[in-house]
């Protein structure tokens, strides 16, 4: 079940956070080969001099600072289009610049992500997420 948080500093509107939340999920879902009903979105808003980045040059245009965690298994290449996805995102919704958004991908084993009838097994390129093995 990856959680994919966003911390901001910025106040979004509700027809925002609902556009990056479901644009992140369609983005996880497509370069991570999988499904959406198992993906967690965090969006949390900051004051503008919250957040920093050493290379921010305009704290007016926004921040962002994405953490995901998702479980063992994919290659760089998906590791990196999904960072670069998030970047894309929130530059074309927010106009957030692209040098001040910082991903951090934190990977686990399956079975440290729990749903409230079992726990996911690790990741296998074709599986369903919500189907197949994990205890009750």
Same mark, same amino acid.
């Given at each position: 079940?990856? *959680? $994919? ?34 993906i967690?979105?965090s969006?949390r808003? *900051?004051?503008?001099?919250? $957040?920093d980045? @050493?290379?921010? =040059? ?15 298994g ?7 289009? #999904?960072?670069? @996805?998030?970047?894309?995102? #929130?530059? +074309?919704l $927010?106009?957030?610049?692209? +040098?001040?958004v910082?991903?951090? #991908?934190?990977?686990? =084993? @399956?079975?440290?992500? *729990?749903?409230t009838?079992?726990y ?5 390129e074709g599986?369903?997420? #919500?189907?197949? +093995?994990? +205890?009750g």
């Open positions: 079940m990856p *959680h $994919l948080q966003v911390d901001l500093n910025r106040t979004l509107t509700r027809v925002q956070k609902i556009a990056v939340a479901a644009r992140f999920k369609q983005l996880f879902a497509q370069v991570m080969q999988t499904g959406t009903d198992h967690a979105v969006i808003e *900051h004051g503008t001099y919250n $957040l980045i @050493g290379r921010a =040059k305009d704290h007016e245009r926004g921040i962002a600072l994405i953490n995901s965690d998702i479980r063992l994919r290659s760089m290449i998906q590791r990196r289009d #999904l960072a670069v @996805g998030f970047i894309d995102i #929130l530059e +074309e $927010l106009d957030i610049p692209r +040098e001040q910082y991903v951090t #991908l934190t990977e686990h =084993k @399956g079975e440290d992500f *729990h749903l009838e079992r996911l097994a690790s990741w296998s599986e369903d997420p #919500l189907g197949g +093995e994990g +205890e």
